[in-house]
């Protein structure tokens, strides 16, 4: 329902006593609101006391007959579209995973940009938007490849910390998710959250074996890359 008590405040005083003058072509809540801001304003309408009677009745008709035809809008509408209307819920809303876990997934230290973009991918995936979730692989890959270089440039060749070098690399990207990808195509669609206990397991898998396959992964390096990689292993 308008708010006329609002929407009086920002009248002229002519303009109110327009709204009292002519109160046959306005409707009762209106001009009952413009009797209180000119009461406000200490230039109370001498019409008031004849015409506010029968305008407070007919402004409750109003009111009675317009949350009736709201009530009758919402039946009508389907389950889905009457919930987004009223903020609930159901099991009809579908289940993604919050702009806060897709930002925290991309930048623990046991997952990185890649998990957080597999999440939002999984997001895309199921509200049906196809083309974007293989732009947004697209992106995945091409942001990893070029961020690796960039990182690994930084690490080996510049001297940065490992430490700034994996938050450069994953921070960046977990930004892109929720401020400009999820904004772009999810916006307000309303949801509920999904849990996040099976990314954890699949990420805790994941670290184990990393942890199996490093060594072996080492020894293939070359001489100056691996001594790199082993004194890193050996700062606290």
């Known amino acids: 329902m308008e708010d006329y008590a609002a929407k009086m405040l920002l009248k002229t005083d002519a303009a109110l006593r327009e709204y009292v003058t002519g109160h046959a072509q306005y409707r009762e809540a209106a001009v009952l609101a413009a009797f209180d801001e000119l009461r406000r304003r200490g230039q109370p309408a001498p019409e008031e006391a004849a015409l506010r009677p029968g305008m407070e009745v007919a402004a409750a008709n109003q009111r009675t007959l317009d949350e009736a035809a709201e009530a ?6 389907p389950p889905t579209a009457a919930d987004a209307t009223t903020g609930e819920t159901d099991e009809t809303t579908p289940a993604l995973y919050s702009p806060m876990a897709i930002v925290l997934f991309s930048i623990l230290p046991v997952s990185t940009m890649i998990t957080g973009g597999v999440l939002m991918g999984m997001n895309l995936y199921r509200l049906g938007k196809k083309r974007a979730t293989l732009g947004l692989a697209i992106f995945v890959v091409a942001y990893f490849f070029a961020g690796s270089a960039l990182v690994n440039w930084a690490v080996f060749q510049q001297g940065l910390s490992p430490i700034w070098g994996v938050l450069l690399f994953n921070l960046p990207a977990a930004l892109i998710y929720v401020l400009w990808i999820w904004p772009r195509y999810i916006g307000s669609t309303n949801f509920r ?10 990420c805790m898998l994941i670290v184990w074996g990393a942890q199996r396959i490093m060594p ?21």
Do not use: T
Request: net charge positive; no cysteine; hydrophobic share 35%.
């Open 72 to 77: 009758e809008r919402r039946r009508a509408l």
């Open 216 to 236: 072996y992964l080492i020894k293939q390096q070359p001489k100056e890359v691996r001594e790199q990689l082993e004194r890193m292993q050996k700062q606290p």
């Open 193 to 202: 959250s999904r849990s996040i206990i099976a990314p954890i397991l699949v």
